[in-house]
């Protein structure tokens, strides 16, 4: 493989990840988007489900997204592609609901506000991979031996006891982090326990060991957003960057999904995703695009952060505080709480699951006082934060 990789910019913005993104969607233009949104608020439609706290955010995100300019990105609050297929993807009565929870998302990082959870919660069904992806921390040999105590399966039993908890609490959900989720011999039945909810479920897979079992359970267990992770439409360099792959059984995986999805579950609202990482000069965007249209309703290609070896990066001089702090949590297979997945060896973990609750952790001592050291400029004295350049 040719040593051509992408020279990474000085910080990696986790907000804004997308080095391409294609959307092969028919929906509403940025305009007609607004104008909809502001006549289901005008009508208060949905509104009965928000509290009155959300109510006052609501209005916030509202007056942001009529402002003038409002679809370019910068500080307030703004609509990408993205959302917008996920916002098209929703019942009228939802849509107020889900801007919230964006805003929240979005927003909250930017002015370092803390909600009683966080906007986002990622929970790793597994952490074994069978793929070693050249950019991914599955390559480092400490990480994957199992005596070392990283690798496993989440226990059925405590996923429900995690989605018990924040049901009616949390609505962006990832079922993914370090390691493949389809791994897990339960995946099917945490998919079903999920179903009706999330607004937002997303689940990332690399295709490989999906079946037909599987994919009936992605279709009808409330996946609002299913991420095939491909990084080339070639299958010489597809297997070079991720080693262990084939793109040959990924495609014939893909393409029964959509078959699956067209002829039994024709009204499904799931949105499929191809997304890469954009390593090297070789892997070609309209490439992707030309292969994977018609059977996915978004190709990107996400920007290249070397977390292949984030405790060997040297420090850097980057002072700006890591927006995963008020952003997101993350569950890992054992129950650790860990505050971002760039520390794939839970150097910052917070706690376990298992002794506290997701309310009580993110609110938790050890995570203010983590979120403070940002603040105060502190990156320099964290592993791995010190070396890492996600902002």
Known sequence: MSNNKITKSSTYNKHNSFFSFSSLNKNLEDKKIIDKIDNLYSQKTGI????NDDQLVLKEAIKDLKQENNFKRGDSFSLTKNVIDEITSLSDDQILRYLVFRYKYEIYPKIKKIDNY???????????????????FETDKSFTDKKNGFMGKMPLELFKNIVDQINGKIEFISLASRGEPMANPDISKMLEYCKDKFLN??????????????IHAILSGGVKTLVFSADAADETLY??????????KVLKNIENFQKIRTTCYPNSKIISRVSGVKFNEQQKFDDMVKLWSGLVDQVAFVDYNPWENTYLQPPNNITEACSDLWRRMFIWWDGKINPCDVDYKSELKIGNIKNSTVEKLWKSKEYNQLRNEHIKNNRSKLIPCRGCTVI
């Open 48 to 51: 009965n489900k928000i509290n």
């Open 201 to 214: 479920l997303k689940i990332n897979t690399n295709a490989s060991l999906l079946d037909e079992k599987k």
């Open 118 to 136: 966080p906007p986002y919660l990622q929970i790793e069904p597994s952490s074994i991979c069978n793929y070693r992806c050249v950019f991914c």
């Open 239 to 248: 297997s070079e960057l991720r080693v262990n792959g084939n793109l040959k």
